[in-house]
C-alpha cells in the first residue's frame, strides 16, 4: 500500500524543546516537501529536497531544520529558535522529473498536529 | 510575487445548490493548477488538476474546474452539492523556478459547509 505517512498525529512540545517530526514515503519519489498550514493562511512552504542530500529552504525556514539522508525520508525538525511553532505540518512528495515540468504532482501526507504548551 | 487569491473565505450552502469557488494567480509563466480538498479530519487530497490541452477539466466526485488564461481564473465548479462535500478547498499553483524546482503556491482556503 504506496503512500506517505507522518508521525505522530499529535505532538505536544514545551516551550525551549527541539521535536522532530518523521515523514516516510513508499512512493519512490524523488522531491519531498514540508509545508506549514495555519487557519486562513493556505499551506507554506518551509523547505524541499530533490534529492537525498539536498535540500532547500522554501518560504518560512527560519526555525526548522530538515536532512534528507534516505530518499524515502524526510524529518523535519522544529527548534526552540521558531517563535510560533504551534500549527499543523504536512509532508509532501512527487517525482522530479526535470524539464517535464507537467508531472510533478504532490502528494500529501496525514500531517502533524504540533502544540507548544 | 506570485500569489493565489480565493476570494471565498466561509460558503454556506443547502444540498443540491450549486456550488462555484474561486480561483485567481497572479504568475506570468507556464503554470500548473490545482485544487485539494481536506476533508474533516482527513488529509489533503488532490481533487483535480489542470497542465495543457482542454481548459475545462474534471476531477473526483463530479468537481470540475475552468482554466481561463486570459483571468488568470481556475474556478471550482460543482453544479449539486452534497452534505458529505463540506470540506476546505484549496486553490494552487505550481511554479516551476530556476534549478528545476517547482514550488506549489497556495491560496488560504475556502471552508465550504453543506447542510442537509
Known amino acids: 500500500d504506496g503512500g506517505i505517512t507522518q508521525s505522530p498525529k499529535y505532538l505536544f512540545r514545551k516551550e525551549g524543546q527541539n521535536v522532530t517530526l518523521s515523514c516516510e514515503q513508499n512512493?519512490?519519489?524523488?522531491?519531498m516537501y514540508w509545508y506549514r498550514q495555519d487557519p486562513g493562511q493556505g499551506l507554506r512552504l518551509i523547505y524541499y529536497?530533490?534529492?537525498?542530500?539536498?535540500?532547500q529552504k522554501g518560504d518560512i525556514a527560519e526555525g526548522y531544520s530538515v536532512s534528507r539522508e534516505k530518499k524515502e525520508s524526510f524529518p523535519l525538525t522544529v527548534t526552540s529558535a521558531q517563535k510560533n511553532p504551534t500549527a499543523f505540518y504536512l509532508c509532501?512528495?512527487?517525482?522530479?522529473?526535470?524539464?517535464?515540468?507537467?508531472?510533478?504532482?504532490?502528494?500529501f501526507g496525514p500531517g502533524t498536529r504540533l502544540t507548544v504548551l | 510575487a506570485q500569489s493565489v487569491s480565493q476570494h471565498n473565505h466561509h460558503v454556506i450552502l443547502s444540498e443540491a445548490a450549486s456550488l462555484e469557488l474561486g480561483c485567481n494567480y497572479s504568475?506570468?509563466?507556464?503554470?500548473?493548477l490545482f485544487w485539494y480538498v481536506q476533508y474533516p479530519g482527513q488529509h489533503l487530497q488532490l481533487l483535480l488538476k489542470?497542465?495543457?490541452?482542454?481548459?475545462l477539466v474534471k476531477g473526483i466526485k463530479g468537481f470540475e474546474a475552468e482554466f481561463i488564461k486570459s483571468k488568470f481564473s481556475f474556478n471550482l465548479r460543482k453544479p449539486s452539492v452534497q452534505w458529505s462535500d463540506t470540506a476546505e478547498y484549496f486553490c494552487?499553483?505550481?511554479?516551476?523556478?530556476?534549478?528545476?524546482?517547482?514550488?506549489?503556491?497556495f491560496g488560504a482556503g475556502t471552508r465550504l459547509a453543506v447542510h442537509p
Open positions: 509532501a512528495s512527487s517525482i522530479w522529473s526535470g524539464r517535464d515540468f507537467q508531472a510533478d504532482t504532490q502528494y
Open positions: 512512493l519512490n519519489h524523488d522531491a
Open positions: 529536497s530533490q534529492i537525498v542530500n539536498d535540500f
Open positions: 504568475y506570468g509563466g507556464t503554470v500548473n
Open positions: 489542470y497542465f495543457s490541452g482542454d481548459p
Open positions: 494552487a499553483v505550481n511554479a516551476r523556478f530556476s534549478g528545476g524546482y517547482n514550488k506549489l503556491i
